[in-house]
Every structure is written in structure tokens, then in C-alpha cells.
């Protein structure tokens, strides 16, 4: 439970941070705290840091596409705003902090990691944002078709 909340709090001090205004920091916010939970789920079904930052990525990327249709405002706000708790900055700081203490096998094993996350983020948005980008051209394609509303 601590963690659920102190996503969400992460979440809303970047989106206070990013000047989101008032009415959709909540929305952006909740982003956050359902990233980490999904997270939170994968984590121990799923091996490694790869696939788990990848579903929680690709929940949130399709959580924001889905606000931005609702509101009608930007995804990317929601989005960035999202995946605050998922960034792999505790990894970072140990790799580096083993590295300049002298403790390269550890350093490697705490930078593949980081890796591993960052891709997973990478990859989870990419492929939501491909999956949204081929919807509205399909929705597109049949709204501009002769003969067909």
C-alpha cells in the first residue's frame, strides 16, 4: 500500500512539477499508481526487470491515449506523468555507486538491469503507441471513404 500511494504522490509532484492544470492531475496522477501496481503484479510472474516494465509501460501508454481521446487534450502529458514510478533510478545510482567504489561485476550487474528496465519502457510505449497510431488511421481510412459514414 505504501508503495501504491507513494506512486501516486511521485506521480502528482511531476505533474505539478510539468504544469498540468488543476482538473487533470488527478487522471494523470492515478496513471502513476496503476503503472506501479501492474508493475507490482508482473514483477513476481515475470522473470527479470524486462517484461514487467514492458506490460506496465504498454498499460500506461494506452491509459493515456484513452484519456487524451475522453478529455481531448494531449496523451503525452498523462503519459510522462505515468511512468514516473517506473523509472529505474535506484538502479542507476547502485551501478554507478559500485562502479566508483571499485565493484565492476556488481556495477554490470545493476546497469543491466537499468537497461533492462529502460528498454522495457521503451518497448511497452512503443508498441501501444503503434497500436493507437494504427486505430486512428483505420478509424481515418473508413470515416473517408465514398458511400460510408
Do not use: N
Not at 538491469?113 to 483505420?138: E, F
Amino acid at each position: 500500500m505504501i508503495q501504491l500511494l507513494m506512486a501516486l504522490l511521485g506521480s502528482a509532484g511531476f505533474a505539478v512539477m510539468f504544469h498540468l492544470p488543476r482538473r487533470l492531475l488527478g487522471a494523470a496522477s492515478l496513471g502513476g499508481l496503476f503503472c506501479w501496481f501492474i508493475y507490482l503484479v508482473c514483477q513476481p510472474v515475470m522473470k527479470g526487470y524486462f517484461l514487467p516494465s514492458f506490460v506496465a509501460s504498454a498499460w500506461g501508454a494506452f491509459y493515456a491515449e484513452i484519456l487524451a481521446r475522453v478529455l481531448k487534450v494531449p496523451s503525452t502529458p498523462f503519459f510522462v506523468v505515468a511512468m514516473i514510478p517506473l523509472i529505474p533510478g535506484s538502479t542507476l545510482y547502485y551501478a554507478m555507486d559500485q562502479m566508483v567504489h571499485g565493484y565492476l561485476s556488481l556495477a554490470s550487474a545493476y546497469g543491466v538491469q537499468t537497461i533492462q528496465c529502460a528498454l522495457g519502457i521503451g518497448g511497452g510505449m512503443s508498441i501501444a503507441w503503434s497500436v493507437c497510431d494504427l486505430s486512428r488511421k483505420i478509424q481515418k481510412l473508413k470515416k473517408d471513404r465514398p458511400g460510408r459514414s
